[in-house]
């Protein structure tokens, strides 16, 4: 088992930062890419942004050039370094991770709300 614990939410006015912090504990060993979901209310979740163990990053159209995934390895911690953000990033942020071949775990989620 995996456990995720998320951190950094919280209310910032349009055009704020926020930085997201995940970390993982219990059998790691076999965590590959680890990667940010958001969901809205009244919409499906949604990939943010992923990064692999070796660095490789991905991001969601609507957050290029605004966020930037990190990651710790040593510390098992993935980062989300959220800038500029807008009304429209409002969500529960949720932080996964691949592990071995197939399994995925899920944190509990962190809430993000940016005011206009």
């Known amino acids: 088992q995996v456990q995720l614990v998320e951190s950094g939410g919280g209310l910032v006015q349009a055009g704020g930062s926020l930085r997201l912090s995940c970390t993982a504990s219990?059998?790691?060993?076999?965590?590959?890419?680890m990667g940010w979901y958001r969901q809205a209310p009244g919409k499906q979740r949604e990939l943010v942004a992923t990064?692999?163990?070796?660095?490789?990053?991905n991001y969601a159209d609507s957050v290029k050039g605004r966020f930037t995934i990190s990651r710790d390895n040593a510390k098992v911690t993935v980062y989300l370094q959220m800038n500029s953000l807008k009304p429209e990033d409002t969500a529960v942020y949720y932080c996964?991770?691949?592990?071995?071949?197939?399994?995925?775990?899920w944190g509990q989620g962190t809430q993000v709300t940016v005011s206009s």
């Open positions: 219990g059998n790691i060993f076999r965590i590959n890419a």
């Open positions: 990064i692999t163990s070796g660095g490789s990053t």
């Open positions: 996964n991770a691949a592990w071995g071949d197939f399994t995925v775990y």
